[in-house]
């Protein structure tokens, strides 16, 4: 399981990163992403499975802990000071629980490097 601090949990911290103009976004396979900086010394991540990928709760909420679980490890070796919100397509449904880490670990790489560029560019444009 996340650790508190590592998760998004109110509304206005998914509608901030869903509608901030600075947020970027990212998506490998059947996993997307959009995220934003927090300003914290720590990332939050945020999961959002909806009906589309299953009409059952029992489904859905598995799908859920997995992907929690999988992030825990991850996010204590990713730099910190982002909130990102991650969202599923059907397809996680018929995955187990390594294609599902295999493909978080690479979303993860994907947001690193995007993030990475983004601080990059913000640095030369104050120089």
Partial sequence: ????????RKKK?????MKDKASKSAAVSFLGARF???GLAYSRIGFVVSKKISKKAVVRNKVKRRLREIARDVVETMRGGLD???FTKPEIVQSDFWQIKDVLEELFKKIAVKNK???HKTQNTYA
């Fill in 36 to 38: 934003v900086c927090n």
């Fill in 84 to 86: 990102i919100v991650i």
């Fill in 117 to 119: 560029n983004t601080e």
């Fill in 13 to 17: 911290d998914f509608e901030r990163v």
């Fill in 1 to 8: 399981m996340l650790f508190s601090k590592n998760r998004l």
